[in-house]
């Protein structure tokens, strides 16, 4: 589900970024970025949270249950909250003035966000139920994007079809998870316990934005529409690879590596050093494949328009092994171990990292500054992270 999540976006791309152009793929790019930042607000870390409350507890109906209304009157809440933000974003921040239907675009997304059950399903592993569904959506998503969407002045138009479709198959999956495992929203309790479980996790995905998502939203206090445009392009190539590379390992063995690290300290152990290894040699192959081929991967995804951006592909060709290893020891590591608490202090200091670097280094450098900031703070996670880890797990061999 991750890669069709992903893959059909990346092959839209070519038709993208040739229909809207540099200026206009910049606006709706700059758009999603920041609207971004909310849909992290609105998830909350339940896609690692829940998924981990609700592996540890299935066989339970009335704790299923009782999760379940939690985690949708919480994002509730915060869908509301995210809507009254993108109001003040409109009115007030001078990038998003004269763009408000974009913007309201954009954030009309986060409906599709709360009320997709995704951490439902890969609590209960059974993510098959959505692949197929997954499929239809994203190509019916795509074929309306190719068909539709044919000059800059479509970008709104864009928008919007990217928002409907993801608001439609999260109303299926919603009514579906509701029928297959009986839920009861009415019948359930508030669970506290859920939020708090949630919290660290929210902070810590949060602070992870500010990584490459806040070099973006800085870029475009200093860098024109067209630059705007080429260095989006660049990030989007980037993305697509460490959304290929990370989040369907990550969400395949998360529910796993928790019950391994529950049963067996020391198979646990060695299960990570395979999968840190495995993440070396993919992120050196992805990485290699980046650098070699940067020339011809932009002309064939973004087009001749971009092709500045080829030297930004290149700077950032190790950033996929990078955050792959990042997100492995968090995730694998911390979140398995059920450590999440740890996280949000090493997040935000790598987020912090970020912010200073960006800030430091983009009025003269810009797209090269963040992307410069974005190596750091990654560096500076994954060194704080292993630190981490390797003390927890001489801790458990050497008690005192």
Not at 89 to 102: D, F, K, M, R, V
Not at 107 to 123: C, D, H, K, V
């Given at each position: 589900m991750q890669v069709v999540n992903y893959l059909i976006p990346v092959v839209l791309i070519p038709f993208v970024t040739r229909a809207l152009g540099t200026e206009a793929f910049g606006k709706v790019c700059y758009a999603q970025n920041i609207v971004s930042y909310l849909t992290l607000l609105v998830n909350f870390g339940f896609d690692y949270a829940a998924t981990r409350d609700i592996a540890t507890r299935r066989q339970n109906k009335q704790a299923v249950n009782d999760i379940f209304r939690t985690v949708m009157q919480t994002k509730a809440l915060l869908l509301g909250l995210s809507?009254?933000?993108?109001?003040?974003?409109?009115?007030?921040?001078?990038?998003?003035?004269?763009?408000?239907?974009?913007?309201?675009?954009?954030?009309?997304?986060?409906?599709?966000?709360?009320?997709?059950?995704?951490?439902?399903?890969?609590?209960?592993?059974?993510?098959?139920?959505?692949?197929?569904?997954?499929?239809?959506?994203?190509?019916?998503?795509?074929?309306?994007?190719?068909?539709?969407?044919?000059?800059?002045?479509?970008?709104?138009?864009?928008?919007a079809i990217l928002t409907l479709c993801n608001i439609g198959i999260a109303c299926v999956a919603f009514m579906d998870a509701l029928r297959h495992y009986g839920i009861r929203i009415r019948e359930g309790r508030f669970d506290g316990a859920v939020v708090r479980h949630a919290a660290p996790v929210a902070v810590t995905l949060l602070a992870g934005a500010l990584y490459g998502a806040f070099g973006l939203t800085i870029a475009g206090w200093y860098i024109d529409a067209d630059g705007l445009g080429i260095y989006a392009g660049s990030q989007k190539i980037i993305q697509a690879c460490i959304i290929f590379l990370c989040f369907p390992l990550t969400t395949a063995l998360f529910p796993r590596m928790s019950s391994i690290y529950a049963q067996s300290r020391s198979q646990y152990r060695r299960y990570m050093v395979w999968l840190i290894a495995g993440c070396v040699a993919v992120g050196l192959v992805g990485g290699g494949v980046l650098w070699l081929g940067a020339d011809m991967i932009v002309q064939l995804l973004l087009g001749s328009a971009f092709a500045p951006a080829a030297a930004q592909v290149r700077a950032m060709a190790w950033l996929p092994l990078c955050v792959l290893l990042c997100t492995t020891v968090t995730v694998q590591g911390l979140y398995g171990m059920q450590r999440a608490e740890l996280t949000p202090l090493i997040a935000i200091a790598a987020g912090a990292t970020s912010v200073a670097v960006n800030c430091l280094l983009v009025p003269e450098m810009q797209a090269y500054g963040c992307i410069t900031a974005w190596y750091a703070a990654q560096i500076a996670e994954l060194t704080l992270t292993g630190s981490v880890i390797l003390y927890l797990l001489y801790r458990q061999t050497h008690p005192q």
């Open positions: 809507l009254l933000a993108t109001a003040g974003i409109c009115l007030w921040y001078a990038p998003a003035q004269g763009e408000a239907q974009l913007y309201i675009w954009a954030s009309l997304l986060n409906i599709g966000f709360a009320l997709f059950p995704t951490w439902l399903y890969q609590g209960m592993e059974e993510m098959g139920r959505l692949s197929l569904l997954n499929v239809i959506a994203k190509a019916v998503g795509a074929a309306l994007i190719i068909g539709l969407v044919r000059t800059a002045d479509d970008y709104v138009l864009y928008a």
